[in-house]
């Protein structure tokens, strides 16, 4: 019998089924999410934009001015799906390696299908500081780029730096996490500062959650009515709270010393939050007992010197003991330093070298309620 027209011949219905099983396999495959979710936003920092579903990598320039140009690398990964916005800033100073690697391999590890919205990563927020492995300061402008915020436009590099994260960055995000760790000269607890006694109640509660889901063992709550409208808000989270996000502020590692299960600590902690905020699949893990660090004190050198300490980060000290003492450069007693209340040691200085106003150590009272 001849085949008809209308009807495949065998040959050619194999040649579909086959084709149709290569098809089913193919989307059987494929994360789900690319047919029925996707993310309409393509998000865009300077010239550079992600469509959703990208992961890009770009710069911003730091056009030159006063003094010379640098420029701020970042990574965008725009989540297949609509979400908020968390924006992760390391490197404002150039020795505080922890949250630079982190912030590294966060970037290589976060698949743009896996997540809810738009991750952006700021690998190093202060190139000049960075190559030149200074501490606390630009070695350019001689200036800390986390005291200059808001910034200038027509300002020195450092102002430029600032301007420029909060022209582009800031108000672009709904979480803001500034990323800090111990320099090369000093000891330092894993901490967080948050907002705290805010006249923004909503954005002060979601900071607080973001320092309960990061992890470290110490939070602070950091008075936001201390910083009235008619003042610099001088360091990075505040001026992201000012421009809209919620923002906290935290410190990993110390002595710039890199150790892998810091790192990883710390990536848990940065998944932790995603997760808190609907950003990634996966229930978070509060952090509900920390040790709230109160009434903070800090000690300042009367002198440039020779600086011997006898305290570690972390360590509880008894008011008024003995935790150091700067010589002149022929070993002659310049000042002793005495704790100045009774508390848990935040971070102390420890390479030998001390100039006149630097702080020598930093303490905080522990609570177990922050409402204490």
Known sequence: MKTSDHLPTCSSTKTNITILIILL????????????????????????EA????????????????????????????????????????????????????????????????????????????????????????????????????????GTISERIAYTLKTEIM?????????????????????????????????????????HAIGNKYLIPDDYNAYSDSM???????????????????????????????????LQGLKNVMMSIGM??????????????VNEQSVESAHDGILYTFVERGQYLIQGTRIGYTTDYWGNMLEEYLAPISGVVIAVKVAPSIKQGETVFRIGEPRANADE
């Not at 001015?65 to 799906?81: L, Q, R, S, V």
């Not at 990634?280 to 660090?293: A, C, K």
Request: charge should be negative; aromatic fraction near 8%.
């Open 280 to 293: 990634l699949e996966g229930t978070p893990v509060m952090n509900d007992h920390p040790v709230y660090l």
């Open 51 to 154: 469509k959703p579903g990208e992961k890009v990598t770009g710069s911003l320039s730091v056009e030159a001015g006063i003094d010379e140009a640098t420029f701020i690398p970042f990574t965008i990964i725009n989540g297949a799906k609509p979400g908020p916005t968390l924006t992760l800033v390391a490197g404002i100073h150039g020795t505080e390696y922890v949250p630079i690697i982190t912030a590294q391999k966060l970037a290589q590890q976060i698949n743009p299908y896996e997540i809810s919205g738009t991750l952006l990563i700021i690998q190093i927020a202060n190139i000049p500081s960075f190559q030149e492995r200074a501490v606390y300061y630009n070695p350019i402008d001689r200036k800390n780029q986390n005291r200059v915020f808001p910034g200038k436009k027509d």
């Open 171 to 211: 108000h672009k995000s709904d979480y803001y996490i500034d990323m800090h760790g111990g320099e090369v000269n000093e000891q330092i607890v894993d901490y967080v500062y948050y907002c705290a006694n805010s006249p923004k109640p909503d954005i002060c509660r979601k900071s607080k959650m973001l320092a």
């Open 25 to 48: 396999a193919v989307a059987s495959i494929m994360p789900f999410n690319r047919v029925i979710a996707q993310n309409s936003n393509n998000f865009t920092i300077g010239t550079t």
């Open 232 to 266: 610099m808000s001088e360091y990075s989270e505040v001026e992201a709270f000012r421009q809209g996000a919620a923002a906290i502020s935290l410190e990993w590692g110390d002595r710039g010393i890199v150790k892998s299960e810091e790192v990883e600590a710390a």
